[in-house]
């Protein structure tokens, strides 16, 4: 019953800004780490960002110092802020948590992707 829903994505030109999305609905109990993927066009996906139950956070080297992910525990919540964008950070972005459901044991869930497209 739980899913993970992501907003945010769009189309912005080089330089520019975006802030991602991604809240957890359903029969959440627990959500520990959360964290943002990504998937361009004949690549693997890769993690860009992980964010910590405690709020400790963790970024690849392509976009440290240029993105911010934080959570909002209260509305079960990741966010990931996007600075300085480049056309190599275009991709579709996905969500990840790691979940325990009510009556159940802890489970990755993924959202659906967002599409992020940075034009130069």
């Known amino acids: 019953q739980v899913q993970l829903v992501e907003s945010g994505g769009g189309l912005v030109q080089a330089g520019g800004s975006l802030r991602l999305s991604c809240a957890a609905s359903g029969s959440v109990a627990r959500i520990n780490a959360m964290a943002w993927y990504r998937q361009a066009p004949g690549k693997q996906r890769e993690l860009v960002a992980t964010?910590?139950?405690?709020?400790?956070?963790n970024y690849a080297d392509s976009v440290k110092g240029r993105f911010t992910i934080s959570r909002d525990n209260a509305k079960n919540t990741v966010y990931l802020e996007m600075n300085s964008l480049k056309p190599e950070d275009t991709a579709v972005y996905y969500c990840k948590a790691n979940i325990r459901p009510i009556y159940s044991s802890y489970y990755d869930f993924w959202g659906q992707g967002t599409q992020v497209t940075v034009s130069s």
């Open positions: 964010v910590a139950s405690g709020g400790s956070t």
